[in-house]
């Protein structure tokens, strides 16, 4: 994708980023490609230990926390997770129904409210690596959280502290690491 919106421009918003651009009137054009997110919101019981089980899962810190909620904005998979505790979640799901935003069961999932559940009420999702390795690292990070795992062909099986299922899944042909819900 190519930006110029004149030469006042210099960066753009995407996402919260600034992304620097270069104007129409500049001598080159720098192309910028901007990888969308996917957005997932959970509702916790326990932020801390939620938030202890995605660092693992994910191998990164929270770009913000308190104690009521944690967000992890990852470059790799390109993913953005709101993490609330149950009862600013329900607030918040509350005000995007009067907004007219649907919702799924007790779950907002990319903030539309998309995405399968299962009979619990429970999100399942796949995080899906171009690397054995990464796998097995997961498996470690997670083991030392103190998270059961269950192994499968080409992966792991876990459960974050409030039931949501998590499968890290080898999948050679995939050109980077990628979340989708299952």
């Known amino acids: 994708m190519i930006f110029g919106f004149g030469a006042a421009c210099t960066e753009v918003m995407f996402h919260g980023l600034c992304v620097p651009v270069a104007s129409r009137d500049s001598e080159r054009w720098r192309s910028v490609m901007l990888i969308p ?3 997932i919101r959970l509702g916790v ?3 801390g230990r939620s938030r ?3 660092e693992a899962l994910f191998g990164s810190h929270a770009s913000r926390q308190s104690d009521v909620h944690a967000v992890f904005e990852i470059d790799s998979p390109p993913v953005v997770l709101a993490l609330e505790l149950e009862a600013e ?3 918040a799901s509350a005000l995007s129904s009067k907004r007219g935003i649907a919702r ?3 779950r907002d999932i990319d903030g539309l409210g998309r995405g399968p559940q ?3 009420g429970r999100a399942s999702f796949v995080l899906v690596v171009n690397d054995p390795e990464h ?3 997961t ?3 997670l083991r030392r959280a103190g998270v059961r795992l269950r192994l499968e062909d080409q992966g792991i099986e876990a459960h974050d502290p409030d039931g949501n299922k998590w499968r890290v899944r080898f999948v050679p042909t995939a050109k980077s690491r990628a979340v989708i819900a299952a």
Do not use: E, L, Q
Request: proline letters at 0%.
């Open 139 to 141: 498996a470690i990070a």
């Open 45 to 47: 019981r326990d932020a």
């Open 104 to 106: 799924g069961g007790r």
């Open 37 to 39: 997110r996917v957005h």
């Open 89 to 91: 979640a329900t607030r």
């Open 118 to 120: 299962t009979g619990s």
């Open 135 to 137: 796998v097995g690292h």
């Open 52 to 54: 202890a089980f995605y």
